[in-house]
């Protein structure tokens, strides 16, 4: 009878072993595969390249690290990336990765580095927000589906739920091609909760035009708030010889973003 118990005993933890290790093999191979679809996706979505150096996930522990994310510039733009981030610390829900729904339950963007290049009235930051805008226009015309030059085909229909995300510590480098003004800026923390919390959770392209959206807004404001506003029209009546009336027409296309 004991030596049955041992026998039973040494199965039940050899059982237990096997599924920790499959898991964290599983988690493993799964890493190369959400680097793929980050780079795939992501440039369908914002018309911009997407990089990522490396993805780790931990199936065991609910926790995921992408190591260099770079997000590149719209065409037209001299500057090689728009945001870029040397870790992003992601929490899973473990249980949702091989769902229709993935429940991110927490992502902190650490020292992220930010470029807005441009003019007051069009920058690489609002570029990219309107190809994210139009993305998921398209997605919810289409209900899911990838046009491609000859063919419909059916896309992931994955959808995400974000319950927090924290971006902290991000730095700002403008460059305002009207004015030849060029200057590094703190962003204040930026935090975002409960995204696509209902049950049918949102698409990728929602997910990133909000998040997005969160740091176009700080991005705007912090340049709004530096003082560029009080010494822009005196700066763009000397740089160009405009009028009063001209220079105030632009400038005001800050406070036009800023919903002032």
């Known amino acids: 009878m004991k030596k049955a118990k041992k026998i039973f005993l040494g199965a039940v933890i050899a059982l237990v072993v096997l599924i ?7 988690g493993a191979f799964l890493g190369p ?10 440039p369908r979505i914002t018309k911009v390249s997407v990089k990522v150096d490396e993805v780790h996930l931990s199936l065991l522990t609910g926790s995921a690290s992408v190591k260099g994310l770079v997000i590149g510039n719209p065409e037209g733009y001299q500057m090689p990336q728009a945001i870029s981030a040397g870790m992003v610390a992601v929490g899973v829900n473990p249980l949702s990765v091989m769902s229709d729904k993935i429940v ?23 570029q990219i927000l309107d190809n994210v805008n139009s993305a998921a226009r398209n997605d919810a015309q289409t209900g899911g589906a990838v046009s491609t030059n000859t063919t419909v085909q059916a896309k992931s229909s994955k959808k995400y739920e974000l319950d927090d995300l924290l971006i902290t510590g991000a730095k700002v480098h403008v460059r305002l091609t009207d004015l ?12 975002l909760a409960d995204l696509g919390k209902n049950k049918e959770g949102i698409t990728a392209a ?8 969160a740091i176009v807004t700080a991005t705007v404001k912090a340049v709004a708030n530096s003082g560029f506003e ?17 220079v105030s027409n632009i400038t005001r296309g800050l406070g036009n973003l800023l919903g002032k």
Do not use: W, Y
């Not at 991110?104 to 609002?126: K, Q, Y």
């Not at 030849?180 to 935090?191: F, Q």
């Not at 009080?230 to 001209?246: F, H, P, R």
């Open 20 to 26: 920790v290790a499959g898991i964290l093999i599983a």
């Open 33 to 42: 595969i959400v680097k793929k679809g980050v780079e795939a996706i992501g």
């Open 104 to 126: 991110l339950r927490s992502v902190h963007l650490e020292s992220p580095e930010i470029t807005f290049e441009g003019a007051l009235t069009g920058n690489n930051l609002s």
């Open 230 to 246: 009080k010494n822009a029209e005196q700066l763009l009546i000397k740089s160009t010889g405009k009028n009063a009336e001209a």
């Open 180 to 191: 030849g003004k060029e200057m590094t800026l703190s962003l204040p923390p930026i935090h």
């Open 206 to 213: 929602d997910l990133s035009r909000s998040v997005l959206d």
